[in-house]
Nanobody, 124 residues
């Protein structure tokens, strides 16, 4: 059974940085593009960023472009989201997921069941 385990979220002040991790088990990691999504209270889950299977392509939501950076480590079956210059509006539960390409992730289409997510809270 595929498992997605997110970690790294915590309370941070505005302007600060965090690095989130998502460890994926029971899949051939290199066969999938990976993406991050987030859901703030009372809002729909939204796309944040995605990285292609070979890491050659990354796409970002306009709201995080220039502040967040996505990377992946195939040896560890892990995808990372480096978040800099955090803002209170970045507060949300962050989730990762996968699909065959970044465009489908950008369209909020994913393959696997959601993990538990990791809470990011940015104080002003």
């Amino acid at each position: 059974q595929v498992r997605l385990v997110e970690s790294g979220g915590r309370l941070v002040q505005a302007g600060g940085s965090l690095r989130l991790s998502c460890v994926v088990s029971s899949i051939t990691f290199n066969n999938y593009a990976m993406g991050w999504f987030r859901q703030a209270p009372g809002k729909e889950r939204e796309f944040v960023a995605a990285i292609s299977r070979n890491a050659a392509t990354t796409v970002y939501a306009d709201s995080v472009q220039g502040r967040f950076t996505l990377s992946r480590d195939s040896a560890k079956n892990t995808v990372y989201l480096q978040m800099n210059s955090l803002r209170p509006e970045d507060t949300a539960v962050y989730y990762c997921n996968a699909h065959l390409d970044t465009q489908r992730l950008r369209d909020r289409v994913k393959i696997f069941d959601w993990g538990q997510g990791t809470q990011v809270t940015v104080s002003s």
